[in-house]
């Protein structure tokens, strides 16, 4: 299916404009950097990122953020704001009753059940207390500078206030903190540029059974849910834009060679993605980021108006349904979202080594 989306041109179109203003609130980890770095490249403007609880605690990852940050010299010029340490509703005792019942995760994130032996190896935290920190998973080091104060979803809502119909939302975790900041002004998703996501797969329950388990946890949906209720308060909220990158993040895949060669030219981040990245898992949160950055790396597209399975009592609990305009449920207003179906992979594959190779730091920018 090849559509030529004008408002998804319309959107990436206005974003590419160098200067445009980005937060990312994701689920950092030690080579979790690329999105930021690309974003960088691009010549946008970071104005800081959040730590949300998706694949550990959001302190956690908060903290990986920091330290990434760091390694790179750009924590003196971009901060880093601790997210909601849980999920609107949901607890990993909510979560692993509903396995119980559902089926368990290829890949459980935060809420797998806790096991302090992993984590003294080298594994971030899962359940239990989320101020723990588990200083052995900081592979790239832990940081030596502190987290800004205050909550991220206050931090969120102020910056949008500030600069309004300026500021794009990057989301490769859960969508808490977002959730809040909706919740706390009604006013936040209009006065935002829009919305960009990694998650919300469709039409992948085939995948997830007639291949491996990893296969099956390439195509799950933790980002959503994680935190449901918060991910259907995001994706049905007015933001200008809403670009949902799900299935596409899936297309491109490191190979061992390709990791080789941006390793040519050391840095603290080529040494970073070449020791940690890994070739196990496709470039989820890159796709994301490089699918807002310029029109031309989306190469087919869709509209569609979409709601999140909000129900603890379905198998779908946490994703996505999609609609077209005439059969749309009538009780509820729910959002038209651009669905990128494939990116330019080897434009993706050129940028992630360029930007790697050179990345920017707080002096230049």
Request: charged share 15%; with cysteine.
């Amino acid at each position: 299916m090849r559509v030529s989306s004008s408002a998804l041109l319309a959107v990436a179109s206005a974003a590419a404009v160098s200067g445009t203003k980005v937060i990312l609130d994701n689920d950092w980890s030690p080579a979790g950097f690329i999105p930021y770095l690309l974003a960088l490249n691009a010549g946008w403007d970071v104005l800081g990122l959040i730590g949300d609880t998706a694949n550990s605690w959001a302190l956690q990852t908060s903290l990986h953020g920091l330290a990434t940050l760091e390694r790179g010299n750009l924590s003196s010029c971009i901060p880093v704001y601790r997210g909601a340490d849980y999920p609107l509703l949901n607890t990993p005792q909510l979560f692993q009753a509903w396995e119980e019942v559902h089926g368990v995760l290829p890949w459980q994130g935060a809420f797998a059940p806790e096991n302090l032996t992993a984590e003294a190896a080298g594994s971030d935290p899962t359940s239990g207390d989320p101020n723990r920190i588990s200083k052995a998973a900081f592979t790239e080091g832990y940081p030596n500078t502190t987290l800004a104060s205050g909550p991220a979803a206050i931090w969120l809502v102020e910056q949008v206030n500030k600069y309004p119909g300026e500021i794009v939302i990057y989301s490769g975790g859960a969508l808490t903190n977002i959730a809040l900041a909706v919740r706390m002004d009604p006013t936040f998703a209009s006065k935002t540029k829009g919305l960009v996501i990694m998650g919300g797969y469709i039409d992948v329950n085939l995948l997830q059974v007639v291949g491996s388990v990893g296969e099956a946890d390439d195509n799950s949906d933790i980002n959503l849910m994680i935190d449901p209720e918060a991910s259907k308060i995001a994706l049905t909220a007015d933001f200008p834009n809403i670009t949902i990158v799900g299935n596409a993040a899936n297309q491109v895949f490191p190979t061992q060679a390709y990791w080789d060669e941006v390793y040519q030219v050391k840095n603290a981040y080529t040494e970073l993605a070449y020791n940690y990245y890994g070739t196990i898992f496709p470039f989820w949160d890159e796709t994301a980021m490089f699918s807002v950055l310029d029109p031309a790396n989306v190469l087919n597209s869709t509209q569609f108006y979409l709601d999140v399975d909000t129900a603890a009592s379905s198998p779908n609990y946490g994703n996505i349904h999609a609609y077209q305009e005439a059969l749309t449920p009538a009780a509820q207003t729910l959002q038209k979202v651009n669905y990128v179906f494939e990116v330019d992979g080897n434009k993706l594959l050129e940028d992630i080594k360029q930007t790697l190779q050179y990345p920017p730091t707080c002096a230049g920018l």
